[in-house]
């Protein structure tokens, strides 16, 4: 039976009004970036539902929807809280079978998602929904819900759902696939299950909901910590399916060849290590250190790439990282370095290392050695050629080639604004640009004359600064947003949190195309184009 005929003529005549009606894209952060400008990649280990289309497979996770092109084998863009994803927990997927999209029951309501259009349209419904049917025989009619009150039919195109309709014979219906219902058409992913639920590090997890593609040929699970993996039942063929961060926080990020490295920000229990993203973002790898312990370190919170390793500042000091290798090597702080790691900078060889009372060198042949007989803080480090200067909380000095203490040049001793604690530093062409909890300040090199402005209130606390590859320009990431200084124009573009980035930013990294901003809420990848028009 057709819609019309189920809900009678007053249904009818409210369907055309909401139709005929226009209905505005909720309020979102949607409505003001095009998806592809801002892009927002999290841990997205838990699937709590899924679903597939003939060509899509959709899987609701805790932070996002995550979405698996089989044609291309290839992930989409995922879609966050940014793009309208629901914050209420989704219950239950089910795919539409009008189009490319997946209907979503949730503890709100129920919500759909067309990924060719990328639009949300969501309704609340009493007890949220618990799940979801769909009609085999009228797929385009609407869609069925079970809420606190039973079934109810949710006509396409209405936004509140109607009680009291009657349900599709036994044989026509289609309802979301249970894991348990999955493992019974395919024995042997039952006979694996304990090889398919454990990971490198003897971590297990559970299947947490399956589908089945509409032409029968895999069977998609999600688990509680693995993400999706596929299962051919007729080849026996397993591919796990791994996308996102091992950590919902992101605390670095480092440019690398054709994508960047992510350090996560993770609490205790929470995965924790290394994420390689592609550009594209079809494609994460993660990397938590080889045998069970793996890195060891919770807290990312400085990251280096160069041509042969990937340094790592957290909690217990500095990691040495060859990932081709699976191998690694901790300097430990209160070891053999000084204290707390809070910055690096590439050596030749090696790294430089400032920590809370002092600097150290990591050199080329794994020594530590201590550079200077100062014991102030180091809170920031920039390498430029031979040199390195060195922002503590005494103020800004600098270690000329050759030198065994760090030194205060002339036009550093004559202003005072620089005698402060230098929060970040970043070198933009042949310029020096220095942050202080009151002062941004940038110095001409020809004149070695300082131009200092008073710090952004709306940009909370400063974490990091990274220079833009066109002319003249620097990002500052700080605790409540993300600006571009134009620095000879001594113009901002300020992106504020929540509404442009989710979250406090921790590290930022540009090349020509990409902002890639790790905060707490994740990796974003802002076009350089779009973040410099707002």
């Known amino acids: 039976m057709k819609a019309g005929g189920r809900v009678g003529g007053c249904a009818r005549a409210l369907t055309v009004l909401l139709l005929t009606a226009a209905l505005p894209d909720r309020l979102t952060a949607q409505s003001l970036w095009r998806p592809d400008e801002r892009v927002l990649i999290s841990d997205f280990s838990y699937v709590r539902a899924i679903a597939a289309s003939p060509t899509l497979v959709f899987a609701a996770t805790t932070h996002g929807l995550t979405i698996y092109d089989r044609l291309a084998r290839a992930w989409q863009l995922p879609v966050t809280v940014l793009d309208g994803y629901p914050i209420a927990p989704v219950r239950a997927a089910l795919a539409d079978l009008v189009g490319n999209a ?31 049917m769909l009609d085999a025989a009228d797929p385009a009619s609407g869609v069925y819900l079970l809420t606190g009150t039973g079934w109810s039919f949710l006509p396409r195109g209405m936004l509140t759902p109607i009680a009291g309709q009657p349900l599709p014979a036994p044989g026509r219906r289609l309802v979301p696939l249970t894991p348990e219902a999955a493992l019974q058409m395919a024995p042997t992913a039952d006979a694996l299950r304990a090889f398919l639920l454990t990971d490198a590090r003897l971590r297990t997890v559970q299947f947490t909901c399956a589908t089945r593609t509409p032409d029968r040929s895999d069977l998609f699970f999600g688990t509680s910590g693995m993400g999706v993996a596929r299962f051919d039942a007729t080849t026996t063929e397993r591919e796990p399916l791994p996308f996102g961060l091992l950590a919902p926080a992101a605390g670095a990020v480092a440019l690398g060849t054709n994508g960047v490295w992510v350090a996560s920000l993770s609490r205790v229990g929470e995965r924790s290590g290394l994420t390689w993203v592609a550009d594209d973002l079809t494609a994460a790898h993660t990397y938590q250190g080889a045998g069970v312990a793996g890195f060891g370190c919770l807290e990312g919170r400085r990251l280096l790439a160069d041509a042969s390793f990937l340094w790592l500042a957290c909690e217990r000091g500095v990691l040495k ?7 690694s090597r901790l300097f430990e702080a209160r070891g053999v370095l000084p204290d707390a790691v809070l910055s690096l900078a590439p050596a030749s060889g090696g790294v430089w290392v400032g920590t809370a009372r002092g600097l150290a060198r990591v050199t080329p042949d794994d020594r530590v050695v201590t550079v200077g ?12 050629h031979d040199s390195l200067w060195v922002g503590t909380t005494a103020g800004l000095g600098l270690l000329r080639d050759g030198d ?5 040049p002339p036009e550093i001793a004559d202003q005072a604004s620089l005698h402060a604690p230098i929060l970040a530093l970043a070198g933009v062409g042949a310029m020096l640009v220095a942050v202080t909890p009151d002062q941004f300040a940038w110095r001409d090199p020809a004149s070695n004359r300082w131009t200092l402005v008073h710090a952004r209130t709306d940009l909370g606390a400063i974490t990091a600064l990274a220079a833009d590859p066109g002319d003249g320009g620097v990002w500052i990431a700080g605790t409540t947003g993300l600006a571009f200084w134009e620095l000879p124009r001594g113009t901002f573009h300020v992106l504020r949190a929540p509404d442009d980035v989710p979250a406090a930013v921790h590290g930022v990294a540009v090349d020509s195309r990409y902002v890639w901003v790790a905060t707490d809420g994740g990796l974003v990848r802002f076009t350089r184009s779009a973040a410099l028009a707002r």
Not at 321 to 327: M, N
């Open 102 to 132: 997946v209907w979503l029951g949730t503890d709100q309501g129920w919500a759909r998602y067309d990924a060719d259009v990328r639009r949300w349209d969501a309704g609340y419904a009493a007890g949220g929904v618990s799940n979801l």
């Open 321 to 327: 990282i060859d990932v081709e290798g699976d191998r």
């Open 373 to 384: 007989a100062f014991t102030h803080p180091v809170l920031s480090l920039l390498a430029v």
């Open 404 to 408: 065994d203490e760090v030194g205060v």
